[in-house]
T-cell receptor
Framework: KNEVEQSPQNLTAQEGEFITINCSYSVGISALHWLQQHPGGGIVSLFMLSSGKKKHGRLIATINIQEKHSSLHITASHPRDSAVYICAVSKGGNTDKLIFGTGTRLQVFP | EAGVVQSPRYKIIEKKQPVAFWCNPISGHNTLYWYLQNLGQGPELLIRYENEEAVDDSQLPKDRFSAERLKGVDSTLKIQPAELGDSAVYLC????????????FGPGTRLLVL
């Protein structure tokens, strides 16, 4: 079993819809990251959080440490949001070695 | 400010040939990572450098893979000889230091071994 699980694996939406991507993990962590990967390979860090909630534009990330679960929400989705969204966790200590989920492929249609 | 630079962006080689990838991290970033990403999978760490020291290379297949970061700045990852199963995207990332800092990824090198 992977230490980081994401759901769904694939997601399609109509422009304007509210989108939720989920991430569950089974290890102790110091931080959780949400990353965005567009076709062609480039990965962009969206959020790094260890508690509560963060918001950036139309993106919101939440984490529940007790339940070992995080969600990434996209409000008013747009076709340019189409990408793979990856959840990754840092196991802590003196390193930020990341353990990655397999990603959620999102397609937003106009 | 320039991001993480990788070259080449694409490489096609025949099996048993050598191949090398180059990465220039963001200026001032002490920690550099090489990841391998197979299609439909998340990245997997190959090696992590703190300055010029490889502090985690436990996942690097040392029989055919090697890496160096001689001056603690740019880095090269080499495969010799390449195998069909090495076809993947090789990602380089950097962070300010190794402690819970955001990692910044390069565009990756897409390798196809024929």
């Amino acid at each position: 079993k992977n230490e980081v699980e994401q759901s769904p694996q694939n997601l399609t939406a109509q422009e304007g819809e509210f989108i939720t991507i989920n991430c569950s993990y089974s290890v102790g962590i110091s931080a959780l990251h949400w990353l965005q990967q567009h076709p062609g390979g480039g990965i962009v860090s969206l959020f790094m959080l260890s508690s509560g909630k963060k918001k950036h534009g139309r993106l919101i990330a939440t984490i529940n440490i007790q339940e070992k679960h995080s969600s990434l929400h996209i409000t008013a989705s747009h076709p340019r949001d189409s990408a793979v969204y990856i959840c990754a966790v840092s196991k802590g200590g003196n390193t930020d070695k990341l353990i990655f989920g397999t990603g959620t492929r999102l397609q937003v249609f106009p | 400010e320039a991001g993480v630079v990788q070259s080449p962006r694409y490489k096609i080689i025949e099996k048993k040939q050598p191949v090398a990838f180059w990465c220039n991290p963001i200026s001032g970033h002490n920690t550099l990572y090489w990841y391998l990403q197979n299609l439909g999978q998340g990245p997997e760490l190959l090696i992590r450098y703190e300055n010029e020291e490889a502090v985690d290379d436990s996942q690097l297949p040392k029989d055919r893979f090697s890496a160096e970061r001689l001056k603690g700045v740019d880095s090269t990852l080499k495969i010799q000889p390449a195998e069909l199963g090495d076809s993947a995207v090789y990602l380089c990332a950097s962070s300010l230091d190794g402690r819970q800092e955001t990692q910044y990824f390069g565009p990756g090198t897409r390798l196809l071994v024929l």
